[in-house]
């Protein structure tokens, strides 16, 4: 057995140093975005036709709430005018529940194919996305984990970014066409109905929709921050456990807990804040909503009185478009979850757009009918992508077939570096390597 020593050689960092930990992506990635049909990339045909029915299962779906209070309005006006003719009054409100039970069906198939249909493709997408990302990983060649994989974090995409994109395709898509639906469909039959009371909650809706705005931005950012304070608590109590021998050793039980209890203090006010402003945003949307609904029948009285408009229509007119106001603003965070499955999406297109140069696999060649298996090192020089400093200079050896050899030598002299370059995971920077 022959040795190499490689003690002369310049120390590394590789070998020495630990793994780098775990980073959230960068800051400019978060900023960088698909567009709408970009987020759809991975779809197929079959993914297409699964879309295009629950487009319109899901905007069908929407539109049959606005409906659904056109006849009830109608079964209203029956029974005021209709009280004296008992037999027209029952064969008018016999009709309309028919009416009611076919809009039932409707709604029930619609509804079905509208969520079964987004959350299977939503499925189908991100598991494709998902394959050709680790794809996309394992044809980098290896100069990628030196140095853009610290700070790609790979993990976290395949992971959290993949949750994103297959919610924003397969349930807020969905939901967002369906309010959005409702919206249109439910403005439009108030306009075509009574103009004057859809223009008036017009002037109303905006405020209740910025109340309930302003009460789920702040809901959302305390529920974040909580979230955040009992993570806190939770490594530190994973932490305790984790060394228990050492606290034990230590007698730091009394520390833990105290460490722990204030841990918690943070998230017990953080929780008190989230319910007074919980109650309070509750309260005032409500109290506006009421407001509203006081103002609208108000004007709405004073139309029937001017033979402008009857009851039926009028109550079905004002429901019709305060539940479409708010069928808006119940799409903002569908659209929201949709932004966010945009930027997750970049991520995850931008490695699998990658092209791989060094890692590309050929079936092309020449077969050699011998192969000798000498293996020569002639004053080769190496440095990592990812740090300037040399690991091997000027480094010559020879290991002819046949031979045994044991490379040797101190923590951080190059053996793993060698190892490495003979595998071809790495070329020489400088000098010859056969």
């Given at each position: 057995?022959?040795?190499?020593?490689?003690?002369?050689?310049?120390?590394?960092?590789?070998?020495?140093?630990?793994?780098?930990?775990?980073?959230?992506?960068?800051?400019?990635?978060?900023?960088?975005?698909?567009?709408?049909?970009?987020?759809?990339?991975?779809?197929?045909?079959?993914?297409?036709?699964?879309?295009?029915?629950?487009?319109?299962?899901?905007?069908?779906?929407?539109?049959?709430?606005?409906?659904?209070?056109?006849?009830?309005?109608?079964?209203?006006?029956?029974?005021?005018?209709?009280?004296?003719?008992?037999?027209?009054?029952?064969?008018?409100?016999?009709?309309?529940?028919?009416?009611?039970?076919?809009?039932?069906?409707?709604?029930?198939?619609?509804?079905?194919?509208?969520?079964?249909f987004w959350m299977r493709t939503g499925e189908r997408q991100t598991a494709r996305l998902r394959l050709n990302y680790l794809q996309s990983v394992l044809k980098q060649d290896i100069n990628f984990f030196d140095t853009e994989a610290r700070d790609t974090n790979i993990f976290f995409h395949i992971s959290s970014d993949a949750i994103l994109v297959q919610d924003a395709i397969g349930d807020k898509t969905g939901h967002a066409l369906r309010y959005l639906s409702q919206f249109i469909v439910g403005f439009g039959i108030g306009f075509t109905s009574v103009w004057q009371l859809t223009l008036l909650?017009?002037?109303?809706?905006?405020?209740?929709?910025?109340?309930?705005?302003?009460?789920?931005?702040?809901?959302?950012?305390?529920?974040?921050?909580?979230?955040?304070?009992?993570?806190?608590?939770?490594?530190?109590?994973?932490?305790?456990?984790?060394?228990?021998?050492?606290?034990?050793?230590?007698?730091?039980?009394?520390?833990?807990?105290?460490?722990?209890?204030?841990?918690?203090?943070?998230?017990?006010?953080?929780?008190?804040?989230?319910?007074?402003?919980?109650?309070?945003?509750?309260?005032?949307?409500?109290?506006?909503?009421?407001?509203?609904?006081?103002?609208?029948?108000?004007?709405?009285?004073?139309?029937?009185?001017?033979?402008?408009?009857?009851?039926?229509?009028?109550?079905?007119?004002?429901?019709?478009?305060?539940?479409?106001?708010?069928?808006?603003?119940?799409?903002?965070?569908?659209?929201?979850?949709?932004?966010?499955?945009?930027?997750?999406?970049?991520?995850?297109?931008?490695?699998?757009?990658?092209?791989?140069?060094?890692?590309?696999?050929?079936?092309?060649?020449?077969?050699?009918?011998?192969?000798?298996?000498?293996?020569?090192?002639?004053?080769?020089?190496?440095?990592?992508?990812?740090?300037?400093?040399?690991?091997?200079?000027?480094?010559?050896?020879?290991?002819?077939?046949?031979?045994?050899?044991?490379?040797?030598?101190?923590?951080?002299?190059?053996?793993?570096?060698?190892?490495?370059?003979?595998?071809?995971?790495?070329?020489?920077?400088?000098?010859?390597?056969?």
């Amino acid at each position: 057995m022959e040795e190499v020593e490689l003690a002369s050689d310049k120390l590394s960092d590789r070998d020495s140093n630990p793994l780098p930990k775990m980073e959230q992506p960068m800051s400019s990635s978060k900023h960088r975005s698909v567009s709408l049909l970009g987020l759809f990339a991975a779809a197929d045909k079959v993914d297409i036709v699964l879309m295009l029915f629950g487009s319109v299962g899901a905007c069908i779906h929407g539109a049959v709430l606005p409906v659904f209070f056109v006849l009830f309005g109608r079964m209203i006006d029956s029974l005021g005018h209709l009280a004296k003719h008992p037999q027209q009054l029952s064969s008018r409100v016999s009709q309309h529940a028919l009416y009611l039970v076919y809009l039932g069906l409707i709604l029930f198939a619609s509804a079905w194919i509208g969520v079964a249909f987004w959350m299977r493709t939503g499925e189908r997408q991100t598991a494709r996305l998902r394959l050709n990302y680790l794809q996309s990983v394992l044809k980098q060649d290896i100069n990628f984990f030196d140095t853009e994989a610290r700070d790609t974090n790979i993990f976290f995409h395949i992971s959290s970014d993949a949750i994103l994109v297959q919610d924003a395709i397969g349930d807020k898509t969905g939901h967002a066409l369906r309010y959005l639906s409702q919206f249109i469909v439910g403005f439009g039959i108030g306009f075509t109905s009574v103009w004057q009371l859809t223009l008036l909650t017009l002037a109303v809706v905006p405020l209740i929709a910025i109340a309930g705005g302003a009460y789920t931005i702040i809901m959302s950012t305390l529920s974040e921050k909580g979230e955040a304070a009992y993570a806190e608590a939770g490594k530190v109590a994973e932490e305790v456990i984790s060394q228990i021998r050492t606290v034990y050793s230590f007698g730091g039980e009394d520390r833990a807990i105290e460490a722990y209890s204030n841990s918690l203090n943070k998230a017990l006010k953080l929780g008190k804040k989230g319910g007074f402003a919980k109650g309070v945003g509750v309260g005032f949307t409500y109290g506006l909503l009421f407001c509203a609904w006081a103002l609208l029948l108000w004007y709405a009285g004073i139309l029937v009185r001017h033979h402008d408009t009857n009851g039926g229509k009028a109550f079905t007119t004002i429901i019709n478009v305060i539940f479409s106001g708010f069928a808006l603003g119940q799409a903002a965070p569908n659209l929201a979850a949709i932004a966010k499955g945009r930027a997750a999406a970049a991520n995850i297109m931008k490695m699998i757009e990658t092209d791989s140069n060094s890692s590309k696999v050929s079936d092309n060649g020449i077969v050699l009918p011998k192969v000798s298996g000498q293996i020569d090192f002639c004053e080769v020089g190496f440095s990592y992508p990812s740090r300037p400093n040399r690991v091997l200079e000027n480094l010559s050896f020879s290991i002819g077939a046949g031979k045994t050899f044991a490379v040797v030598g101190p923590s951080g002299s190059g053996k793993s570096t060698i190892i490495s370059m003979i595998q071809r995971f790495y070329n020489p920077i400088s000098g010859l390597f056969n």
